[in-house]
């Protein structure tokens, strides 16, 4: 659907690349989880795709018509028009007519819940409501590729999870979506594929399930110290944990191993305050691969 081939991009005056020889693939009904932090380049990749930035190095070619949906960062609609006003401009803008203007008005408010704000001013929605009526505009257009630039900021958990149920829709429908969050928990359920930028390159380009596959882990701690055979029963098991200030975490281990903690710490007078169990989820993943830093 679309590819990337050495793709650099300098900022006037600017001491170092914001993109350095980006190389990238984009299939049809693929979601792309676009990571990484604050400048490392990021809005800069969506602002080339969506043509609001030139190519200064390398290229960005389409296979098949160009379209294209853009759920941007900023807010980005008429403050004092009313909120059906704004979905009927956008509707103009896009030359939606007859029945799929129809259908796509309908589908767009029922993903972000305005019906019951249509007749409301812009500026006097909540900025949660706000951030739905831009996803909501970023949603109207029919396109093949759909851009969502920090796209659920400041949403309450209710209203995420409508909006991220309509971005899981495009991937299943056939749509190439490329979404991009510090909320990884948000990547991490609509994502296939994780791309992480550092610096202005990739650092990380593999199929989620691939990153996160793997053994299970523990974490434990205690409300004062771990118990002082603890260490001893870690030892008999062949297990090595990563001490931590009032706990451990244990990065691999089996089902008989799992019981022979879970029967410890079952005798124990006093009990775990934290005990979790499981794959590793993308946000440590991402704070291992990224330096710890969000």
């Not at 941007?72 to 896009?94: G, H, I, S, T, W």
């Not at 949603?139 to 759909?146: E, G, V």
């Not at 994502?191 to 399930?209: C, F, P, S």
Request: aromatic residues 6%; charged residues 20%; negative net charge.
């Amino acid at each position: 659907m679309l590819e990337l081939r050495d793709v650099s991009f300098r900022y006037p005056g600017a001491d170092s690349l914001a993109l350095q020889n980006i190389d990238l693939q984009l299939q049809e009904g693929q979601c792309l989880g676009l990571l990484g932090s604050n400048g490392a380049g990021k809005t800069t990749l969506l602002a080339l795709l969506s043509e609001t930035l030139a190519v200064q190095q390398g290229e960005i070619n389409w296979h098949g018509p160009r379209s294209l949906g853009l759920v941007p960062q900023q807010l980005a609609f008429y403050a004092e028009l009313r909120v059906a006003e704004n979905l009927a401009l956008f509707a103009d803008l896009y030359r939606l007519q007859g029945a799929q203007r129809r259908q796509r008005l309908e589908l767009c408010i029922a993903s972000t819940a305005l019906a019951d704000k249509l007749s409301r001013r812009a500026a006097r929605l909540s900025g949660g409501e706000q951030r739905r009526l831009n996803f909501a505009i970023g949603l109207l257009q029919p396109a093949r590729l759909y851009l969502f630039d920090e796209a659920t900021v400041g949403v309450d958990a209710s209203s995420r999870q409508l909006l991220l149920d309509a971005v899981e829709r495009l991937t299943g429908e056939g749509h190439g979506v490329i979404y991009t969050s510090h909320y990884l928990d948000e990547v991490e359920r609509v994502a296939g594929r994780i791309l992480l930028l550092h610096e202005g390159r990739v650092r990380l380009d593999v199929d989620k399930q691939q990153l996160l596959e793997g053994g299970h882990g523990l974490l434990l701690e205690w409300p004062e110290q771990v118990p002082e055979a603890f260490q001893a029963l870690l030892g008999q098991l062949n297990l090595e944990a990563e001490a931590l200030p009032n706990g451990l975490r244990i990065g691999n281990l089996d089902a008989q191993q799992l019981l022979a903690i879970t029967r410890f710490i079952a005798a124990q007078p006093v009990p775990p305050s934290l005990l979790r169990f499981g794959r590793p989820s993308l946000e440590q993943l991402y704070l291992s691969l990224n330096g710890g830093r969000l």
